[in-house]
């Protein structure tokens, strides 16, 4: 028997095609806006689909569950950057102690930051936990929200949040504090913005795009390394 109660709408496959053909949509805009930073495929395509899916009454997580391959397709978007940074290897292995320390801090600073104002304003552990990651790339947060017990929802969220006000302010940022090396616009993109600043960074220059892809590494690791045993330590 024929259920007519289903809805094409509420298919997986409707809702990976709407993920594809949104972003595709905003991505052809973008560009022939000239690129501008309020037209980004990224913020266009969270507000069309949130709309959507909203105005459609689309369950979340079965959106979310339809869409799970393209998180699993960012692992290896991620692994290819591996090429910029074997062509600026040169210009890298000369500052490593530096950009060592600066990763060192600016993860854990990100992530002292993020449970800081979740704190403030009530949130649970669960939410601490789920905000903690905000700012390595979407793979490894959701990773590690789910073994560590947060809402891997609410990491991803995170994280697109995060990526989306990093490449916005940056340019405001780089201009009053007058930051014009590319090598350091680039490490401060990957490191806040991980995997869309670093897509920005190579719209700057292919240093700023090695620079971000090594900061978005860096972070990770270093954020996947200290974070469980930072809550293990706290927890414990």
């Given amino acids: ?7 094409i709408i509420d298919s997986p496959l409707f809702a990976l095609v709407l993920t594809l ?22 913020l266009i395509s969270v507000a069309v689909i949130a709309t959507t899916i909203w105005l459609l009454e ?27 940074l074997y062509l600026q290897f040169k210009h890298i292995r000369a500052l490593w102690k530096q950009l060592l320390v600066v990763i060192v801090l600016g993860a854990s600073a990100a992530v002292a930051f993020a449970v800081g104002i979740a704190w403030l304003f009530g949130g649970t552990l669960e939410t601490m936990i789920s905000m903690a990651p905000k700012s390595v790339t979407t793979p490894i947060a959701m990773g590690l929200s789910e073994e560590l017990g947060g809402m891997v929802q609410l990491a991803a969220g995170a ?5 989306i ?20 616009q680039g490490l401060t993109l990957g490191l806040i913005a991980h995997g ?12 700023a795009g090695a620079f971000s892809s ?9 954020t996947a390394i200290f974070l469980p045993v930072a809550v293990a330590w706290l927890g414990g």
Wanted: aromatic fraction near 12%; glycine fraction near 6%; proline fraction near 4%.
């Fill in 1 to 7: 028997m024929i259920d007519y109660s289903y809805r």
């Fill in 21 to 42: 053909g949104v972003f595709q949509l905003s991505q052809v805009l973008y560009l022939r806006c000239g690129k501008r930073l309020l037209l980004h495929p990224m």
């Fill in 58 to 84: 689309i369950d979340y997580q079965r959106y979310f569950v339809a869409n799970e391959i393209l998180y699993y397709m960012l692992g290896p978007a991620t692994v290819a950057l591996a090429l910029p």
């Fill in 159 to 163: 994280v697109i949040v995060t990526a």
């Fill in 165 to 184: 006000a990093g490449i916005l302010f940056s340019p405001l940022v780089f201009k009053v504090l007058r930051i014009k090396d590319e090598r350091i």
């Fill in 196 to 207: 869309l600043g670093t897509a920005r960074a190579f719209e700057l220059s292919q240093t």
């Fill in 214 to 222: 090594l900061a978005l590494g860096l972070t990770g690791l270093f």
